[in-house]
């Protein structure tokens, strides 16, 4: 096995979940449950929440017990295509393959958080008046950002099996 090609998975999911678990733990020591610092007036607020479902909630009407597996048996799901992907994306790729390993690590860093507390940390919450984009925290925004970089592959036909 090359383990020059998984320095990147390694480097970025690495980065990613530790930004995102010390970002979490700097809410969880400084901020009270629903406390919300304005950063950008009219724009950008720190709010901490806990996320108890999933993407805009996602499953937040359900036993925390039945949560709790669908989310970790999800996560590890998730975890487990994305290295599947990584592993078959060529070196050629390697915004690609940094994309994928944005979404690992920021699984990774969320599923930290189901493991320890039943729910997901969220504190950044950007909105317009009083339209609210749905809180999130560095590891959804890693995840976004590796599917942007992962749907731009697919929409521009660059995926590894076209060449």
Request: glycine fraction near 6%; aromatic fraction near 18%.
């Amino acid at each position: 096995m090359d383990w020059k090609k998984y320095r990147l998975l390694f480097f970025v999911s690495a980065v990613t979940v530790g930004l995102d678990q010390i970002s979490k733990i700097i809410v969880l020591k400084s901020m009270t449950l629903y406390q919300s610092i304005p950063v950008i007036p009219g724009f950008f607020n720190l709010t901490y929440i806990r996320n108890p479902g999933g993407a805009f909630g996602f499953f937040a009407n359900q036993s925390p017990e039945i949560r709790s597996f669908v989310f970790i048996f999800v996560s590890l799901l998730a975890i487990g295509f994305i290295l599947y992907f990584y592993i078959h994306t060529p070196d050629t790729h390697k915004f690609l393959a940094t994309g994928f390993a944005l979404i690992f690590g920021g699984a990774i860093g969320n599923m930290i958080d189901r493991l320890r507390f039943r729910t997901v940390v969220d504190f950044l919450d950007v909105y317009i008046q009083n339209m609210h984009w749905p809180a999130f925290n560095i590891a959804d925004s890693a995840i976004s950002i590796g599917m942007a970089i992962f749907i731009y592959h697919v929409l521009t036909q660059k995926m590894p099996a076209d060449e």
